[in-house]
């Protein structure tokens, strides 16, 4: 079975599609799109040898070879422009991911939709995609095993968000008043309050400077808070 930050990517993939799932590993994704006949061929790309072999692995033991073609190499390198509709990132930090977006624009014109799924650095992913003109459709926060993991579902076209604090948080999200971001949202408020406690005596400048960015951002967590209740 699928992990629940697996199955969050799933529900935000058009049947039908081609889809490239971009660091496969063992390619579970993939095999899961075609069994369940939500996709109609998967391009499955990984840049270490061993999560190669094993994604090759899983293919041939579930004798997916004609529906899922696992291809060696660096990020959208694998792909020919034309060859997906759909293209998935998931499970690696934001930073790679944004190196791999800028890296692979040819390719990413011929991609309708990106499904990005990243570890860290959030934020950064959300800005990189405004500012290549992308624009958020839809985002998704789902929790297992203690993580909160995010979902950004992007198509081509404009937006604008000056406001850092949405950026950090996700403007989809936020307009859905998403349940998960919510808990989220009080969790990273208790935890702010329990550092503030912490840094309540300290003297240093740095100390000060970092409890006065916890006020802010435990202020901002209230006010959104009030707004989703
Ligand atoms: N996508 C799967 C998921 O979300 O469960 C697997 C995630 S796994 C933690 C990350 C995989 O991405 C690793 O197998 C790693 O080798 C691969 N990877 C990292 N950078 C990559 C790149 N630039 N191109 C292709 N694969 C990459």
């Known amino acids: ?58 293919v041939r033991s579930c004798q997916l070879e004609q529906q899922i073609d696992v291809r060696m190499g660096n990020g959208l390198g694998v792909l020919q422009p034309g060859e997906a509709d759909v293209a998935v990132l998931a499970g690696m930090g934001g930073k790679s991911i944004i190196s791999i977006l800028e890296a692979g624009s040819v390719v990413l014109k011929s991609i309708r939709r990106l499904i990005i799924q990243p570890m860290r650095d959030v934020p950064a992913v959300r800005r990189w995609l405004i500012r290549n003109n992308w624009c958020l459709v839809d985002e998704d926060m789902v929790d297992e095993d203690g993580h909160y993991y995010v979902i950004i579902v992007a198509e081509k076209g404009n937006e604008k968000i000056d406001d850092e604090f949405i950026l950090e948080v996700g403007p989809r999200l936020l307009e859905k008043q998403d349940d998960i971001l919510v808990e989220y949202l009080k969790k990273r408020s208790a935890n702010i309050g329990s550092v503030l406690q912490k840094l309540k005596d300290a003297k240093s400048d740095e100390a000060r400077l970092r409890a006065g960015l916890l006020i802010k951002e435990k202020d901002r967590i209230r006010e959104v808070l009030k707004l989703c209740q």
């Open 1 to 58: 079975e699928l992990s629940k930050r697996l199955a969050a990517v799933v529900r935000h993939i058009p049947r039908d599609s081609v889809v490239a799932d971009i660091g496969t590993d063992h390619a579970y994704l993939p095999v899961y799109l075609i069994q369940t006949g939500r996709a109609k061929k998967v391009l499955a790309g990984e840049v270490t040898a061993g999560p190669y072999r094993a994604a090759q692995e899983t």
